[in-house]
């Protein structure tokens, strides 16, 4: 709908942009602050714990990933408590593009059928590639059985003003993710820097047919900041108040404790609304935070602090 | 004919409101008598409603008079003392026949009345930065204090300090951007429109600066319920009329400040008694 | 999955209440020259939760008695320096004893434990370390060495922030050199007199501080005793005019910190999701009771639509409850007169054909509530767009043009505070200049630190009270008669 409100002529583009209201950052990091005091206990926190594991997008971007880590990972994604089936699986896995067959493969051979395997693409992390090999990376990892691509924004064009460019490549993306696969744009707010900058990259994606907005690769820092993912939060609602187009949000980067994940889901309660509170339009991204909910979990359980080798390690 | 026949043009002294000069509206005056008895003038006997026309006109001009930049101010206030200057026998005079004092005790008084305006005019620029501040709050803001015109400010000088007490409660009003109603003393009327009328040939805007002559003790009861007055400088005021102003004035709390006889005036407090700190916080960030 | 906030009571065991607490002169605790007492009640629950000592004129003799003594004898000649450093173990033994005193604020006052505890105790801490600063460099307070101290300061302090007051009284009173007899609100003397043990545990002179606690009789009886020298009330306009007169005949002198009716000004450029967070502070905050609360809302009209659906969704998620609670945002109203007070203006809000709307919330059974409240469609005309309400409820004013902004906001007697929100620095600027109040807050609200001198316009009060600003009224200048 947005799509074809923007005429997206270079100028119209920027102009809409230009218009949002700007964000006081002193503001926005008071409201952040704000609600980090929220005090979620006994059941509420419970059920948090429960709703953030479900929410997890399990993730492993490095250099070193084997097809061995990666079978690792999905099993866990699967079953993130083996001794306790009353645990959710988690969001997704997400993974580079290579990896996306394996993943798939061993979560469908072990009954993970409904997680979806998410895949990094267009260059992901930087960027810096042709467009045709960002087409081809997506293409290979939609084929190889990706449902998710996290696509990461031109952040140099963007931050040039060349927003008509960064428009065009997520509506490329779009297409070939057609019905098959959700498109989960990152905007690396880190790169961004500005929270003017995030709200006009949120809505840039958005407008540009985003399914989901996320704050970061991961390889930057600072990545999801709480203004950065209150912000993007606003967006969102703001989008779908306007539109009625519900569009979700994915920090990741910095996400470790489930302090942290439970702050997110106030963030999202008190800002975005209860639409929110669902795996379809809020995602973690994160890897070692898995196990810290966990261990929440086991100390809500059993009143006492877990150990770490209580939990896997990967 | 010789000069001594000569019948004197004997001059009238009207009240000075609004850059004008004008009668009474309650068409008084009463008789101004020296220290011997002998008549000196009819000077207008101010009443409840020249008071009030005064008010309208201060008012009117508060906010060009505070708007206009400090600079400009300080200019005004040097303007005054130059033409002073040039006209000081004419306060010498006044002051002479008002007090009967002697000629060399007169111009004492007057020049320093005059070196006064001076030392105002320069306060105009600095006072911000004398009283202002910056204030280093504990968080992501920007905050600093500032010193406005409170706006319009009835002045009741102290009679024993002749030309320049009355010089002094002035200049210490207006040179910060208010506005100010004399309510001069009723045995020293003649300094006071003798002063006026130099006023009114200096840059001093309008409405800035009105003198009434007649009873302070007559006038200060509607000063002080005057909802338009935003403050009082009672130091020519006795401690019971100082009492009713007070108790009056608490009705729009009106800042009301009474100052010791001093020698020279120049004192920073006269210039602080009638102002407003400001104080603003900004959010810092990008 | 539904996630909603368990509650989150903050333990009370670390506050131990007596039944009793007496009055507080020369270092002792005292008990009523009267023998009555007067209960304080917890308004979230109806609950007594202690009683408090009923001061009388001997009670006040005393206590001004203990003052002047302390002053002529011991705290007039102590080097400046010294005075300081008991100022410093103040502000230390606050900090040590925070939860503690956030705890009881909440029980005795109502206000959400969150406000307490991140809000008043910090900021009361912070002023007796900033004034203790102050002690020994008082020459640089703006009078040069044309000041002195003047005696026996009395004080009088309001039920809103009935810590953070005090702190505002007594921390600069004390600096500059002077004796204090304080009486604190009669629905909220608790911290007061938990300040008074910290005055003993900071083994300040006997007599330096005294608190006496009562009612309005009390306050008169302080107000009138010929030993005070400088008097300094923190309530409303009423109140303080009243003292004004009572002393006009008197050579004390007088500070006050009185009502408003902020103006909180959004103009169409504004930062609009942090503006409405501004609005939610400016008049939410303490549930409404505060003097520089943004009970104007002043909307420029092109944007009004929106900040007003903005603002609507923001107030309902406003948690109402138990202040104990540390997800409670909006605690209880202080006391049942006040309640009363602001039932009647909303009344008047709808009476004369505002657009009433409230967040819709479940109040608790006992205790002493109002929802948050929201009028659009108000004029300036209405009472509810002048007359101070002290609670949480809003008075929604449109304009068009920015002079048009500043000549409705600056039309009230009052002038303690007013927000501009506007990301445009030369509007901001000039918005600041033409408003006539104290305290302008930009792109905030509700701000307050030691450093920054805070107080009114007009009918709002006279004098400062923090920063360099704030001693000048605990300094008696050598000029003035």
């Known amino acids: 709908m947005m799509r074809i409100n923007i005429d997206s002529t270079p100028s119209s583009l920027k102009s809409f942009l230009n218009e949002l209201p700007k964000v006081d950052q002193v503001g926005a990091a008071a409201r952040a602050a704000m609600l980090a005091t929220r005090s979620i206990k006994n059941d509420s926190k419970k059920k948090a714990i429960d709703l953030a594991i479900s ?3 399990l993730t492993t971007l490095e250099g070193s990933d084997t097809p061995g880590k990666i079978k690792s990972l999905v099993t866990k994604a699967l079953h993130p408590d083996p001794s306790n089936p009353d645990v959710p699986h988690v969001g997704a896995v997400c993974v580079y593009n290579d990896m996306v067959s394996i993943a798939r493969a061993e979560l469908d051979r ?66 070939i993710c ?65 539109l009625g187009i519900q569009v979700g949000v994915k920090p990741a980067g910095g996400i470790r404790t489930t302090k942290d994940a439970i702050r997110q889901l106030v963030f999202v309660k008190e800002t975005a609304g209860d639409l929110w509170l669902d795996p379809r339009f809020f995602r973690i991204g994160a890897s070692a935070l898995l196990n810290d909910l966990l261990m929440q979990r086991m100390k809500l359980q059993t009143g006492y602090y877990a150990g770490r080798n209580y939990v896997t390690i990967d | 004919m010789a000069t001594s026949d000569r019948i004197d043009v004997k001059k009238t002294y009207k009240l000075y409101i609004n850059g004008e000069f004008v009668r009474s509206e309650s068409g008084r005056s009463y008789e101004l ?51 002073l200057e040039q006209r000081k026998n004419e306060l010498i005079t006044a002051y002479t026949l008002e007090t009967g004092s002697t000629q060399s005790v007169a111009q004492k008084n007057v020049l320093a009345g005059i070196d006064y305006w001076v030392w105002a005019a320069g306060w105009s620029d600095k006072i911000a930065t004398v009283l202002g501040s910056t204030n280093p709050v504990a968080g992501p803001f920007y905050n600093f204090t500032a010193p406005e015109s409170l706006g319009v400010v009835a002045n009741f000088p102290i009679i024993s300090g ?83 102003l007070k108790i009056a004035g608490a009705q729009n709390f009106k800042r009301i400040a009474y100052f010791k006889n001093s020698t020279d005036y120049k004192e920073i407090e006269r210039l602080s008694a009638f102002i407003e700190y400001k104080t603003v916080w900004h959010t810092v960030g990008y | 999955m539904v996630f909603e906030y368990a509650p989150s009571i903050e333990s009370t065991t670390i506050l131990k209440l007596a039944n009793r607490y007496q009055h507080f002169i020369g270092g002792k605790m005292v008990a009523p020259a009267g023998g009555k007492y007067f209960d304080s009640l917890n308004p979230a629950t ?95 307070a703006g009078l040069g060495d044309k000041y002195s101290s003047y005696g026996v300061v009395g004080q009088i302090i309001p039920w809103n922030f009935p810590l953070l007051m005090l702190s505002w009284k007594i921390a600069p009173a004390l600096a500059t050199g002077n004796t204090v007899v304080l009486k604190p609100a009669e629905t909220t003397p608790l911290t007061a007199m938990l300040f008074a043990e910290i005055c003993q545990q900071a083994e300040l002179p006997a007599g330096v501080v005294n608190i006496i606690t009562g009612d309005g009789e009390t306050g008169k009886e302080l107000v009138n005793h010929p030993g005070i020298a400088k008097i300094a009330f923190t309530g409303s306009t009423e109140v303080g005019r009243i003292i004004a007169q009572s002393i006009g005949n008197t050579d004390k002198a007088l500070s006050l910190e009185l009502g408003g009716k902020g103006a909180n000004i959004i103009f169409e450029d504004a930062p609009i999701d942090e503006a409405v967070e501004g609005i939610i502070n400016g008049i939410f905050f303490n549930q409404g009771h505060v003097c520089c609360a943004g009970s104007r809302l002043l909307v420029q009209e092109n944007v009004a639509g929106e900040v007003i659906e903005k603002l609507k969704k923001r107030m309902s998620l406003i948690r109402l409850g138990n202040p104990l609670d540390k997800n409670t945002d909006l605690g209880a109203i202080n006391n049942a007169p006040q309640l009363a007070k602001i039932k009647e203006l909303t009344q008047a809000g709808i009476d004369e054909g505002a657009e009433f709307w409230q967040a ?119 000029v003035k008669g």
Request: glycine letters at 8%; hydrophobic letters at 40%.
């Open chain 2, 33 to 83: 008598k020296n220290k011997t008895g002998k008549f000196i003038a009819n000077p207008a006997q101010g009443s409840r409603k020249d008071l009030r026309d005064a008010v309208t006109a201060a008012r009117a001009a508060h906010s060009g008079w505070a708007n206009a930049t400090a600079y400009n101010r300080g200019q005004v206030l040097y303007r005054v003392a130059e033409v």
């Open chain 2, 162 to 244: 002749g030309f320049l007490a009355l010089s002094a409660t002035i200049a210490s009003t207006i040179v910060t951007g208010n506005t100010s109603i004399v309510v001069a003393n009723e045995k020293s009327p003649l300094i006071a429109i003798t002063l006026a009328e130099i006023l009114a040939t200096s840059d001093v805007p309008n409405g800035v600066v009105n003198i009434l002559t007649g009873k302070d003790s007559e006038l200060q009861p509607w000063v002080a319920s005057h909802m338009e007055i935003d403050g009082v400088e009672a130091s020519g005021l006795n401690k019971k009329s100082l009492g009713e």
């Open chain 3, 46 to 140: 109806g609950e007594v939760v202690a009683q408090f000592a009923q001061g009388s004129k001997k009670d006040v003799d005393k206590a001004v008695q203990a003052a002047q003594n302390a002053y002529d004898k011991i705290w007039k000649k102590m080097p400046a320096a010294e005075r300081g450093k008991y100022l410093f173990r103040i502000a230390r033994i606050i900090q040590e004893r925070s939860r503690e005193l956030a705890v009881a604020e909440t029980i005795d006052n109502g206000k959400p434990i969150r406000e307490t505890r991140d809000v008043d105790v910090p900021l009361v801490a912070s002023h007796f370390f900033y004034h203790a600063g102050w002690a020994d460099k008082l020459q640089y």
């Open chain 1, 55 to 57: 929410m997890v997008d």
């Open chain 3, 360 to 478: 819709e919330v479940n109040l608790p059974t006992t205790g002493l509530w109002c929802p948050p409240t929201l009028f659009t469609g108000v004029w300036q005309s209405h009472r509810i767009a002048r007359e101070e309400i002290f609670g949480p409820v809003l008075s929604t004013i449109t304009f068009r043009t920015p002079e048009e902004a500043i000549e409705k906001a600056n039309n009230t007697p009052y002038g303690l505070s007013a927000g501009v929100w506007s990301d445009k620095g030369s509007r901001t600027l000039w918005a600041a200049s033409k408003l006539k109040a104290g305290v302008i807050w930009s792109n905030t609200f509700n701000k307050f630190d030691p450093t920054s001198p805070f107080g009114g316009y007009k009918e709002s009060g006279w004098g400062r009270e923090g920063g360099r600003h704030g001693l000048l009224p605990y300094l008696k200048s050598s």
């Open chain 1, 110 to 175: 072990i009954g993970g059928q409904s997680i979806p395997v998410a895949a990094v693409s267009t260059a992901f992390p930087s960027g810096r590639a042709s467009m045709a090999v960002k087409i081809q990376d997506t293409q290979d990892a939609i084929a190889a059985g990706a449902s998710e691509i996290d696509m990461v924004i031109d952040r140099g064009a963007f931050l040039s003003g060349d927003y008509k460019l960064v428009f065009d490549e997520i509506v490329a993306i779009k297409d």
């Open chain 1, 178 to 242: 057609g019905q098959k696969a959700h498109l989960k744009v990152i905007l690396e707010t880190g790169e961004l820097v500005t929270l003017d900058n995030v709200r006009k990259a949120s809505y840039l994606a958005m407008a540009a047919g985003a399914d989901f907005i996320r704050t970061s690769t991961g390889k930057i820092s600072p990545a999801a900041t709480p203004p950065v993912v209150l912000v993007m939060l606003e967006a969102v609602r703001d989008f779908y108040n306007t």
